[in-house]
């Protein structure tokens, strides 16, 4: 059965769900009884692009580019998340720009991206332009803002950039609940307080 989306959690420890459904803009996402808001974009008008194990053109995780005045938002939010599924690449070292040289050449000044991964062995960057990642919020006040990302389509993705996912995987995996988005709001004045993506960060 053809897999159609994963989740990966980024708060510690960083976990990984593979689903034979697409995901749905209206469902939050319930883990350990905890419910996230719905899902939304992150704050940066950018999409994603796909990161890849060049060894045999595996799926590994994608990549934003970060606009400038988002830099500061970015380092905040990767401070309190697991950096085993996400960090800001600021390209101090010729490791962090391997990847990256076909696709922006050798000037590394004032550029940054946030990758989240579910392998360790990234090659190289594909352009892509991906707007199938879906990112979770935490609707409690304690937790970190962004709980988890959802990548849609994913059958397709694999399919049109001849990519496959890893027989294994980095983070270990875990089973997922949905709930509808009006079960959300039907219990939020009860328990839950939705807050802003990145508000108090």
């Known amino acids: 059965m053809a897999i ?3 989740i990966c959690t980024l708060n510690a420890p960083a976990k990984l769900c593979l689903n034979n459904f697409e995901l749905s803009w209206q469902q939050s996402l319930k883990l350990d009884e ?4 719905p899902p939304t974009f992150p704050p940066w008008e950018t999409l994603a692009e796909i990161l890849v194990d060049p060894s045999e053109k595996i799926f590994v995780g994608i990549s934003y580019f970060i606009p400038k005045e988002y830099w500061e ?4 939010l990767c401070n309190y998340l697991d950096v085993n599924a ?3 690449n600021k390209f101090a070292s010729p490791i962090d720009q391997a990847p990256y040289r076909d696709f922006l050449g050798n000037d590394f000044r004032d550029v940054r991206f946030l990758e989240c991964t579910w392998c360790n062995s990234v090659g190289y960057i594909l352009s892509s332009q991906l707007d199938d ?3 979770y919020k935490s609707t409690v006040k304690q937790q970190p803002k962004a709980y988890a990302i959802g990548v849609n ?3 397709f993705i694999l399919k049109e950039y001849n990519l496959s996912l890893p027989t294994h995987f980095d983070l270990p995996k875990f089973s997922c609940e949905f709930v509808e988005s009006s079960c959300v709001e039907k219990e939020k004045n009860s328990f839950l307080k939705i807050i802003d993506f990145f508000s108090n960060c």
């Open 153 to 155: 389509n994913l059958d």
């Open 86 to 88: 996400i960090r800001l």
């Open 133 to 135: 990642v879906l990112w």
């Open 73 to 76: 938002v970015a380092d905040e």
């Open 34 to 37: 905890k419910i996230t808001s």
């Open 4 to 6: 159609k989306s994963l």
